[in-house]
């Protein structure tokens, strides 16, 4: 069974930086999209990036020109730069992947990780 394992979060001051990583481990035939979601208290998980197999992107409009996504398909990793942060980035992070399995390469799964928290305060 195929886990992601997020980490790197924390508390920042605002205008501060933090690196987000998600690691894939387990039983893996292929793994296509990758991207990031936050959910902040008292509202729905939304999208915050999301990287193809191949390297493109794609971001909400809240974070573009500050936050980059990236993957190191080698590691079976993604991570999420994120700089000049703000108190309305405070959110669990949630990593997310598509991930076929060797005994079952035709079927897609939806995987995703247990979430880490980033809070933007001073």
């Known amino acids: 069974q195929v886990q992601l394992v997020e980490s790197g979060g924390g508390l920042v001051q605002p205008g501060g930086s933090l690196r987000l990583s998600c690691a894939a481990s387990g039983s893996i035939f292929s793994i296509g999209d990758m991207g990031w979601y936050r959910q902040a208290p008292g509202k729905q998980r939304e999208l915050v990036a999301t990287i193809t197999s191949s390297g493109t992107t794609n971001y909400a409009d809240s974070v573009k020109g500050r936050f980059a996504i990236s993957r190191d398909n080698a590691k079976n990793t993604v991570y999420l730069q994120m700089n000049s942060l703000k108190p309305e980035d405070t959110a669990v992070y949630y990593c997310?992947?598509?991930?076929?399995?060797?005994?079952?390469?035709?079927?897609?799964?939806?995987?995703w990780g247990q979430g880490t928290l980033v809070t933007v305060s001073s």
């Open positions: 997310n992947a598509e991930v076929r399995e060797p005994s079952s390469w035709w079927v897609q799964l939806a995987v």
